[in-house]
């Protein structure tokens, strides 16, 4: 199948490790053209020679804090300083802290609101009059199984990211008419440096394999399969849909 993704402009924030660079690595396997993101500008350098040694193409890094409000109006604002239009925009932070509702501060909810909701808010006001402009956009939200089922011990994740959710859902009506789709990816539990971290610090995250129906933890690579279809001129008829990729673990029948 041709994924159609030949030289469409693509944004994948948070995309120096884990989820956000498998997914990078994939879009740039299938030709698109690559602008990646990450805070620490060691680690963004490597991920970019990566990308660019495996597929022979040239990547945009820009370092900064998507949660951070100026950091983020820099990175959007050197985005269209090389690109009129991004086609393609998948949006993504770290995850915030684990803990359960009486560990956590006001300051963390606070935080938590800025990382996920406030920077994927930012990044679809800046990158959407391009695509309204061009009848034809990809928007992706990186979220989290958590939000159809809970995950013990990460209420700030459960409760923010439903949000995102429905953020989602919602511009999928809104912007259907000018041929953007909206879509929401869940991943499971997958093996990055986010899932070694979450059971270092609380290793009953390791035993969730047993409520896995698969019975191993997912790869990055997995997990950017889907969400490059979705992407894809080939995922022009989905939006509005929230895809978990999760070996199964989430119990809802649909
Ligand atoms: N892996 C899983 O099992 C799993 C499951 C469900 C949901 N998720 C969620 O999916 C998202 C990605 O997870 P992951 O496993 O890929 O995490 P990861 O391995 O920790 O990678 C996160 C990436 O995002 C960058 N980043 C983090 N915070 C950022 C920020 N504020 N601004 C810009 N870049 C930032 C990191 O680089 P720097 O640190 O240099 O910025 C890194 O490149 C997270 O929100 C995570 O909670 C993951």
Redesign the pocket.
């Known amino acids: 199948m041709d994924l159609g993704l030949k030289n469409k402009v693509a944004f994948i ?9 498998a997914v990078a690595m994939e879009l740039a396997n299938e030709g698109a053209t690559i602008i990646i ?4 500008k060691t ?2 350098e490597n991920t970019r020679n990566d990308i660019e040694q495996a597929y022979n193409t040239k990547v945009l890094a820009i370092s ?4 951070n409000s100026e950091e983020r109006e820099g990175v959007i604002k050197t985005i269209f300083s090389h690109y009129s239009t991004i086609d393609i925009l998948v949006t ?4 915030p802290p684990s803990g359960k509702f009486e560990d956590l501060s006001m300051d963390d909810w606070n935080n938590t609101y800025k ?1 996920l909701l406030a ?1 994927t808010v930012s990044l679809i006001k800046a990158i959407l009059p391009g695509m309204k402009d061009q009848h034809w956009g990809r928007i992706i939200a ?5 939000v159809k089922q809970p995950v013990d011990n990460l209420i700030l ?1 459960n409760s923010v990211r439903a949000s995102v959710a429905g953020l989602m859902k919602t511009l999928a009506s809104e912007l259907g008419e000018h041929n953007i789709t909206v879509n929401n990816v869940m ?4 093996k ?4 070694l971290s979450l059971i270092e610090s609380n290793p009953s995250f390791k035993s969730a394999i047993d409520e896995i129906p698969l019975k191993r933890f997912g790869n ?1 690579e997995e997990f950017a399969a889907a969400v490059t279809f979705l992407a894809s001129e080939r995922a022009s008829y989905i939006t509005g849909t929230s895809l978990a990729v999760d070996g199964g673990w989430i119990k809802h029948i649909l």
């Not at 924030?13 to 660079?21: N, R």
């Not at 993101?37 to 620490?40: A, F």
């Open positions: 924030a948070a995309s120096s490790d884990g989820l956000g660079k993101n990450g805070r620490n680690k963004l900064g804090d998507l949660a993504n932070t770290g995850g990382l920077s990186i979220t989290s199984q958590a994740s991943p499971g539990y997958t990055t440096n986010r899932l990055p």
